[in-house]
């Protein structure tokens, strides 16, 4: 019983790919010929540029589309690297003819570069192919050689071997200084530390505190790494052990 069905199930897949190769030449072979209107042999325009190729097709009286773009390292920017119907195909008048274009040298992604060192910089252009090109100094707040701009933003698309510009910091603007911390430093300790580094103790105000030991720093204005000028005052907010008793 299994060995009838068995052998029907293969007549009728036979039968299916007869039909579908018949349906196919129909379509592809001899229909082309009884339909009205001239019939025309689809050009090999693979590997013309995309302007020559697309003239090639119109003066065949055939429509080019330029489907899609990419790369592919066999093929200049702009040149055909894929048609359908292929090259050889009997086709009607006005028939369209997909293109598909080579978009030369794949693009690279810009990385960010803002805050790193100009050595790391330099390591992470050349590692995804660009190159670091002109590098100019401003002064910043960020540390020497630090990476503070950058000529094109991250995620822009680059080609391989683009120089990128960037500019770099020389730190501060003479007669500048960084606040130093003083949180959590004696009234006396932190006019030293303030001493050492050209400021001074400004306004002083007090909060109670039943934790912390009279004159102890709880804040500070301005705060720590703010860039202030030589000379400048921090103004601090100290504990006191009893309310409304500065001493």
Do not use: C, W
């Amino acid at each position: 019983m299994k060995r009838p069905l068995k052998k029907l199930f293969f007549y009728a897949l036979g039968a299916l790919i007869t039909i579908t190769v018949i349906l196919v030449i129909l379509d592809d072979i001899v229909m082309p010929y009884y339909v009205s209107g001239k019939i025309y042999t689809v050009p090999n325009v693979v590997g013309l540029n995309k302007n020559v190729a697309i003239t090639k097709l119109k003066e065949l009286n055939l429509n080019p589309i330029i489907q899609s773009a990419r790369y592919d390292e066999k093929y200049s920017k702009d040149e055909v690297i894929f048609q359908k119907p292929f090259a050889g195909t009997l086709v009607k008048a006005n028939r369209r003819i997909y293109l598909t274009i080579s978009g030369g040298e794949p693009q690279i992604q810009m990385p960010l570069l803002v805050n790193k060192s100009l050595r790391d910089a330099k390591i992470t252009l050349e590692r995804i192919g660009l190159k670091l090109g002109k590098v100019d100094s401003v002064t910043s707040e960020l540390p020497v050689n630090t990476i503070v701009e950058q000529q094109y933003p991250e995620g822009k698309s680059l080609s391989k071997g683009d120089s990128v510009n960037v500019k770099i910091s020389i730190g501060p603007n003479l007669g500048m200084i960084r606040v130093p911390n003083i949180l959590g430093k004696s009234l006396e300790e932190a006019a030293r530390i303030l001493k050492q580094n050209s400021l001074k103790v400004g306004k002083t105000t007090y909060i109670y505190s039943s934790t912390l030991l009279p004159n102890t720093v709880v804040d500070q204005q301005p705060s720590e790494s703010t860039l202030v000028s030589v000379g400048d005052s921090v103004n601090v907010v100290l504990t006191q052990s009893k309310v409304n008793d500065p001493n």
